[in-house]
C-alpha cells in the first residue's frame, strides 16, 4: 500500500473457526495478526517502524445458544480484543488495546407463511471508554476513535 509518507508493508495471516461442538451451541471465533512496517519514508526517517492504526492483532469469540424449550430463541454473545496502535510514523504516541463485549438474542417464527425474526442486542455491555483506532487512513496526519458507549440495537427481518 502506499501513501504520501512512503509505503506500507502488510504481511498477516488471519484464521477463523466455526463449529457446533453440542447441539444448540454454535461457536465462531477469529484470530488475526499482521506485521504493518513502513518503507521508502522520506529520508528513510520512518523506515522499519510500525505502521499507525494497525493493531499487531485482533481476536474475537462468539457463541450462540438455542434455548431449549422456547422454539426460535437463540441467545448471543461475543468478545472481541484489539492489541495496542501507534498514533504516528514515529511511533512514539500509543494507544491501548481494548476489549468489547455484546449480548443480544433473537427470535425467529413464522406468521402464516412468512417467515420473521426479532432481534436484540447491546454492544459494549461494559460502557467502557477507549480509543478503538489511532492515525488517518493515509498516515499523514495523527487521529483518534473513540469507542462508542453502550449501545441498544432492535431490528426485525421479514422474509417475504
Same mark, same amino acid.
Given at each position: 500500500?502506499?501513501?504520501?509518507?512512503?509505503?506500507?508493508?502488510?504481511?498477516?495471516?488471519?484464521?477463523?473457526?466455526?463449529?457446533?461442538?453440542?447441539?444448540?451451541?454454535?461457536? $465462531? %471465533?477469529?484470530?488475526?495478526?499482521?506485521?504493518?512496517?513502513? =518503507?521508502?519514508?522520506?529520508?528513510? &526517517?520512518?523506515?522499519? +517502524?510500525?505502521?499507525?492504526?494497525?493493531?499487531?492483532?485482533?481476536?474475537?469469540?462468539?457463541?450462540?445458544?438455542?434455548?431449549?424449550?422456547?422454539?426460535?430463541?437463540?441467545?448471543?454473545?461475543?468478545?472481541?480484543?484489539?492489541?495496542?496502535?501507534?498514533?504516528?510514523?514515529?511511533?512514539?504516541?500509543?494507544?491501548?488495546?481494548?476489549?468489547?463485549?455484546? $449480548? %443480544?438474542?433473537?427470535?425467529?417464527?413464522?406468521?402464516?407463511? =412468512?417467515?420473521?425474526?426479532?432481534? &436484540?442486542?447491546?454492544? +459494549?455491555?461494559?460502557?467502557?471508554?477507549?480509543?478503538?483506532?489511532?492515525?488517518?487512513?493515509?498516515?499523514?496526519?495523527?487521529?483518534?476513535?473513540?469507542?462508542?458507549?453502550?449501545?441498544?440495537?432492535?431490528?426485525?427481518?421479514?422474509?417475504?
Amino acid at each position: 500500500m502506499f501513501g504520501p509518507n512512503g509505503k506500507r508493508d502488510n504481511r498477516g495471516i488471519e484464521l477463523s473457526v466455526f463449529g457446533e461442538p453440542v447441539q444448540g451451541v454454535r461457536v $465462531l %471465533g477469529g484470530v488475526m495478526y499482521i506485521d504493518s512496517e513502513l =518503507t521508502d519514508t522520506v529520508g528513510g &526517517a520512518y523506515d522499519g +517502524n510500525r505502521a499507525p492504526a494497525t493493531p499487531e492483532y485482533n481476536v474475537n469469540l462468539g457463541a450462540e445458544w438455542d434455548v431449549p424449550g422456547v422454539n426460535g430463541l437463540t441467545l448471543t454473545a461475543r468478545g472481541i480484543h484489539s492489541s495496542s496502535q501507534y498514533l504516528d510514523q514515529n511511533n512514539s504516541k500509543q494507544i491501548d488495546g481494548w476489549e468489547r463485549y455484546d $449480548l %443480544g438474542a433473537r427470535y425467529a417464527f413464522k406468521v402464516d407463511a =412468512t417467515e420473521v425474526t426479532l432481534r &436484540a442486542s447491546v454492544e +459494549n455491555v461494559l460502557d467502557d471508554r477507549y480509543w478503538s483506532s489511532a492515525g488517518a487512513s493515509d498516515d499523514s496526519e495523527p487521529g483518534l476513535t473513540l469507542s462508542t458507549p453502550r449501545t441498544y440495537l432492535l431490528s426485525a427481518t421479514i422474509g417475504f
